[in-house]
């Protein structure tokens, strides 16, 4: 089966600017998270989409950062204005259902570099 | 807020040679999981275990879990320089949430 596919692999913005990532998940999963992984960490849940709804957006800096599932397959995470802070890679990853103990499958990310 | 704290952080062992990572949780889970990532790559799961197991088995994988400790151990036998990687347990609770820790990252050397 196809992975999770993400564009751009890397993305250069001057701070202030605006930017967007995008993600396809597995075929047939009906939940897809996007994390963002700074350097030397773990990543960290912004948002769970359970096919076209969020589940979860508490840790997504609401003031910049937005993100859409419109039709409940391929999703949009976007961040305008940037800060310095934000430097990171971005994860998309998908799972079957929304339940804790099932495995995730990620994507390779997005690379943002902020200057 | 992270979940897991891997330790050690880093590793570094003989080609051959086992690997052991461990890592403590907060609060109650109801299964743990770990993920390995390379270098410029997503995570890749690799095990997971119920809060009511206490061992399991995947190949060259060993998996432990103590839930009166908040503990668990991944064990790699045998390690190869594919090995190479950072390796993250996330601990999962009663809803969907899976809450990653900060990894071990492990240099395998030929």
């Known amino acids: 089966e196809a992975g999770v596919a993400q564009s751009p692999r890397y993305k250069i913005i001057e701070k202030r600017q605006s930017v967007a990532f995008w993600c396809n998940p597995i075929?047939?999963?009906?939940?897809l998270y996007w994390y963002q992984q700074i350097l030397g960490q773990g990543p960290k849940l912004l948002i769970q989409f359970q096919n076209n709804g969020v589940v979860d957006d508490s840790q997504l800096p609401k003031d910049r950062f937005s993100a859409e599932r419109l039709k409940g397959v391929d999703s949009t995470l976007k961040i305008q204005p940037a800060k310095l802070e934000d430097s990171a890679v971005y994860l998309c990853a998908s799972s079957l259902e929304g339940v804790s103990n099932q495995p995730q499958h990620f994507g390779d990310g997005t690379r943002l570099s902020i200057l | 807020s992270q979940q897991g704290e891997e330790d050690p952080q880093a590793l570094s062992i003989q080609e051959g040679e086992n690997a052991t990572m461990n890592c403590s949780y907060k609060t109650s889970i109801n299964n743990l999981q770990w993920y390995r990532q390379n270098s410029g790559r997503g995570l890749v799961h690799l095990i997971l275990i119920r809060s009511n197991e206490r061992e399991k088995h995947s190949g060259r994988l060993r998996v432990t879990l103590d839930t009166s400790k908040k503990s668990s151990s991944l064990l790699i036998t045998a390690s190869r320089a594919a090995d190479t990687a950072s390796y993250f347990c996330?601990?999962?609770?009663?809803?969907?949430?899976?809450?990653f820790g900060s990894g071990t990252r492990l240099l395998v050397r030929p």
């Open positions: 075929s047939g999963h009906a939940t």
């Open positions: 996330a601990g999962g609770d009663s809803s969907y949430k899976l809450i």
